[in-house]
């Protein structure tokens, strides 16, 4: 039977003479959706993904849904978002995917089915369409394998499951298409190529335009591969160019405002936070390359790598390397897509950074490894080259409806099962509810609860004007755009009307006044006052639209429109469309015939039967755990195969299990100064938690000062479990985090520290031994030792007080103070800046307002070479300081000084005389402080009630550390039952201030447990440092007993 050599595009086959005849057109994209099963089985659900866009795009499709309602089909502002005032989301964000999902719902389907539904229509399509181009060139069995590589793609996975970008997994299924199109335009002037590449990159930049602008540098080099092939024909060149420029023409009405209008919102609000530089989104290879994972059901935050993946990679290559082999005329097309393989994967990686810098248009991409999605499509084009095809040129045979050899077929599905179950581990995403509350108003309630504007993630699309957010109002703004409280008391509101981009208000006044609508000001709105236009002003700060109203009779007209270039970019991509349609027709009069030559039905039981077993032993054998690929970790609280295990429980003294440490992964030990100290740790509930707890890791010096950031930075490749709160005990969490050391950090060895801390209250709980001993609020994780940066620290690092003094050897860039004020014995913290030629030893004083030095102190600044370094030296103030403003003071070997900073002395009131005590005690703790005596509210003691105790201590010297005092009720056992730790006097009488023979009067309550059994019960009290070490008294014990109690 005759046939035309080229098959039709997928959008057009319903004008092609017979197409449902053709079985092979019908079979594979069953097998492909009948292989898809695994990667779509989870969104077989009424759940969601926990992505992290996944919740967005469901707003975002309610928005959509909202202005369908209201008989809009598209809107480029989203009118209930941003608290109600109105959003230009749709200008800047693609809206196809949430207008389909919108659809789905308006039929009936509920929302989360709804967008699952799109996610799994665009899945699935982007097998279809990746079948449909590589068919092109390696028959139908090349385009299966293409296209099963696309589907099962560590990226794609994570694009759909786990960034859950709706509009991002639509698009997938698009450039394909755009090149299928492009190949047939161009080549043959086929006019279905160019309607299919036209349009197709109109929906794509429609459906999502980062993905559009990523996969833009391939579509040109596209056209320069056939160009370069057919000859170097210019006429070929023109057909390319204009097929891809028409395209780019016809979505102009929505790129070119996109771009355009960009200075009218916040846009660097989305370069804000450091997760969205560039710079530190550069792919590791562990990531890049990352192996088959398994997906752990016991771990709480599993999070796959974003990869293109070992596997993928290597049937890539292993596929390029057999079409390069087989044919000559594959060599061209193969090194083309290897090239752009090779360029992509470069753009992820940190060598390209240079590239980076040097193009600043790229840093609107934000993440590199966004250029993942058409390196992911390069390899699994790559992979169709398994299949029995070599056709590039148009007088070739086409193979693509041939029988496979057994030996080829075995190939091909042998590839098809590896690509697939080498790929089952990232396809076990976490599933969430959706929000009660699935309308508008849930949409503001949510935006509130999550500190989040119009489904993007830093608010990025407010516009320039508005400086605050308000809060929502009652009712609604999109019911009530006016702000009645602006309004004189001499007006009458008459009537208003409330339309998503339109209101309208008829009011009464006596005086003329400047109105309010509560609608943030954009450009595309428009007031007209009594039938004339009158200029809109932005009110300050929440930069909502003003208008001035006459007196008397007036009606208020506001109309969201399109702008003069929106207008612009809209007549652009008319006419392109109409050139396109017209170009198309012209080349496609005679219309395309395709074969209905039908294939042996052992092609198809063959490759059915495979993807049978496939589906069946996912959901018997890896489902269930069986297999390597899904397997719990966790097994009667010891969590296998972690690199450092540790048995350490979290608790307080009355219940020192909560919370278990199962362990860390290894880690670099040794750093350079400008690098961070990476880390992961393990952690399992032991009981439901009350409390939110947080991670804190400290790098700590020789002399005890921190030398790392407050904050920690989360490891970029991981996603932070939830709040503890909602941590089961039967699943294990993952923490991983940045230690950035402070700027300057000089060489030498650090130690880091472990705490877990209450996040409100900042208090930590205790770690504790296996066997139960308390190890204190922190734990010591190992040594770090740290090298000089990798460039030397500039010499404008932030300062407090920028000096720049020299005596010609080193140089005082600048310092930092702690603190503005200070009682006498507290310690302050200066941090000196500074740059040396060779070790210098100067002095740092203390100059009171008579220009007197009351205290000073020797510091040594060391040569550690080239750039500025940190030193910080933590200096206790004299005991007995006065009242009064003080000055620091660095002077240097030569005599030269220089002063900054003012430091506010404030003296306490200090007891000198003993006060009245119920029980006298007298015992002194290391020579140091005496326990003179104490008071108690209450002989008795009974489960439940508080203890109020009153201690009175005396300084028998100077201390020079600050102690924390304890009183801890002991049971019959030694073991704690009660305490209260801190220091004396409510944290108000440091001991480091205590004058000799002073006394301090110590208040301390305790409530004890509502569960103490009966027994005695031992009150104790003592000094100690924070590092476990005990004041004792002289026969060596280390507490004070005060009484004891017996409980009944």
């Known amino acids: 039977m005759s046939r035309e050599r080229y098959p039709s595009s997928p959008l057009f086959s319903g004008l092609v003479q017979r197409p449902f005849l053709f079985p092979h057109l019908i079979f594979f994209p069953f097998l492909i959706t009948f292989l898809a099963i695994p990667v779509l089985q989870p969104l077989f659900s009424t759940q969601i993904s926990c992505g992290f866009d996944t919740m967005f795009h469901l707003w975002r499709s309610v928005q959509a849904g909202a202005l369908l309602e209201e008989g809009l089909l598209f809107s480029r502002w989203a009118p209930q978002m941003a608290h109600g005032f109105g959003y230009p989301l749709f200008l800047y964000q693609s809206p196809f995917s949430a207008q389909v999902t919108a659809v789905f719902h308006t039929i009936g389907l509920s929302w989360p089915v709804a967008l699952n539904l799109v996610y799994g229509l665009g899945i699935v399509a982007s097998g279809w369409t990746m079948w449909w181009l590589v068919r092109t060139f390696w028959g139908n069995w090349g385009g299966l394998l293409a296209a099963v590589a696309y589907l099962y793609a560590p990226f794609h996975a994570y694009v759909a499951f786990y960034r859950a970008s709706l509009s991002e997994t639509v698009a997938w299924s698009l450039p394909p298409l755009v090149l299928w199109g492009l190949y047939r335009w161009q080549r043959e002037r086929n006019g279905w190529g160019l309607g299919t590449a036209v349009f197709s990159f109109i929906l794509l930049i429609y459906t999502h335009d980062v993905t559009a602008y990523a996969f833009l540098p391939l579509f040109v080099g596209w056209i320069g591969l056939w160009w370069w092939v057919d000859g170097r024909s210019w006429q070929n060149l023109w057909r390319g160019a204009a097929g891809l420029l028409l395209g780019i023409g016809g979505s102009a009405f929505f790129w070119l405002p996109a771009i355009a209008e960009r200075s009218a919102i916040q846009f660097g609000r989305a370069n804000s936070a450091w997760p969205f530089l560039y710079f530190n989104n550069f792919l590791p290879l562990d990531q890049l390359l990352a192996l088959p994972r398994n997906a752990d059901p016991s771990l709480l935050n599993d999070w796959p790598p974003r990869a293109l993946g070992l596997l993928l990679l290597s049937l890539a290559l292993a596929g390029a390397g057999l079409a390069w082999r087989r044919s000559q005329v594959n060599r061209w097309p193969v090194g083309f897509l290897l090239l752009g393989l090779v360029g992509y994967l470069f753009l992820t990686v940190q060598a390209s950074e240079f590239l980076w810098t040097a193009v600043p248009q790229l840093a609107a991409f934000q993440f590199p490894w966004r250029f993942l999605a058409p390196a992911s499509f390069l390899a699994a084009f790559l992979c169709g080259g398994f299949g029995n095809g070599t056709r590039m040129n148009a007088d070739d045979t086409d193979f693509s409806s041939a029988p496979l050899p057994l030996r080829t077929s075995a190939l091909n599905l042998f590839v098809i099962a590896i690509l697939s179950v080498g790929h089952w581990g990232w396809l076990y995403p976490d599933l969430c509810n959706v929000p009660d509350d699935l309308s508008v108003d849930g949409l503001v309630a949510w935006e509130q609860a999550t500190q989040t504007l119009g489904s993007t993630a830093s608010g990025e699309l407010l516009p320039r004007t508005v400086e605050i957010v308000p809060d929502p109002t009652e009712p609604p703004a999109w019911q009530a755009r006016l702000d009645e409280s602006t309004l004189p008391a001499e007006a009458t509101v008459l009537s208003t009307s409330n339309e998503p981009l339109t209101t309208k208000i008829e009011l009464e006044t006596a005086v003329p006044f400047t109105a309010t609508l509560r609608i943030f000001n954009f450009p595309g709105w428009h007031v007209i006052v009594n039938g004339e236009e009158v200029p809109i002003r932005a009110s300050d700060p929440e930069g909502w639209i003003t208008v001035p109203v006459p007196n008397g009779r007036a009606t208020l007209i506001a109309t969201f429109r399109e702008t003069p270039l929106r207008l612009a970019a809209d007549g652009v991509s008319l006419l392109s469309v109409i050139l396109a349609l017209v170009i198309g027709y012209r080349y496609s009069v005679n219309g395309l015939r395709i074969t209905d030559h039908r294939l042996p039905i052992t092609d198809y039981g063959l490759p059915l039967t495979v993807a049978a077993l496939l589906i069946t032993g996912k959901l018997l054998l890896v489902d269930a755990g069986q297999t390597p690929l899904r397997q719990a970790r966790l097994h009667d609280g010891a969590l296998a195969s972690v690199a450092q295990p540790l048995d350490v429980t979290l608790g307080s003294p009355d219940n020192p299990a909560q919370v278990r440490l199962l362990g860390l992964d290894d880690w670099n030990t040794a750093v350079l100064a400008d690098q961070p100290v990476a880390l992961t740790l393990y952690w399992q509930a032991l009981q439901p938690l009350p409390a939110n707890y947080k991670v804190g890791l400290t790098l700590i010096g020789e002399n005890g000062r921190r030398w790392s950031e407050e904050g920690l930075r989360d490891y970029r490749w991981l996603r932070n479990p939830p709040p503890t709160t909602g941590w089961p005990t039967d699943k294990y969490a993952l923490t991983a985090y ?192 005496t326990l003179v005596g104490f008071s108690l509210d209450a002989p008795t003691l009974a489960a439940g009630e508080r203890l109020n105790l009153q201690l009175v201590w005396q300084a028998t010297t100077e201390l020079s550390e600050s102690y924390r005092v304890f009183v801890h009720l002991l049971g019959a056992d030694g073991r704690i039952v009660a305490q209260s730790d801190g220091l004396p006097a409510g944290w108000a009488r440091p001991t480091t201030g205590w004058l000799p023979g002073e006394f301090i009067v110590d208040p301390h309550a305790i409530t004890l447990p509502g569960t103490l059994p009966p027994g005695n019960y031992t009150l104790t009290t003592g000094l100690y440092l924070p590092n476990a070490s005990r004041l004792q008294q002289p026969n060596g014990q280390d507490n004070i007993p005060l009484t004891t109690f017996t409980l009944p």
């Open 738 to 929: 940045f230690v950035d050391l402070l700027p300057g950090t000089p060489p030498g060895s650090y130690t880091l520290l472990l705490s877990f801390f209450e996040q409100n209250s900042l208090t930590p709980l205790t770690f504790y031994t296996a066997s139960g001993q308390p190890v204190g609020p922190e734990l010591e994780l190992g040594t770090v030792t740290v090298g000089p940066p990798t460039e030397p620290w500039p010499n404008d690092l932030p300062l407090q007080h920028q000096l720049d003094v020299t005596d010609g050897t080193i140089t005082l860039l600048g310092s930092n103070l702690d603190r503005v004020e200070a009682a006498p014995g507290d310690s302050v913290l200066v941090t000196l800046f500074w740059a040396a030629q060779q070790e210098t030893a100067v002095t740092l004083s203390l100059i009171d307002e008579t220009e007197t030095a009351v205290s000073n102190w020797p510091v040594s600044l060391p040569n550690f070479g080239a750039g500025a370094w940190r030193s910080q030296h933590l200096q206790r103030l004299p005991v007995n300081l006065e009242n009064g403003r003080y000055q620091w003071q660095l002077a240097f070997p030569n005599g030269q000084t220089v002063r900054w900073g003012e430091l506010k002395i404030t003296a306490p009131e200090r007891l000198m005389q003993m006060p009245v005590v119920e029980t006298a005690v007298g015992v002194t703790l290391s020579e140091q402080a």
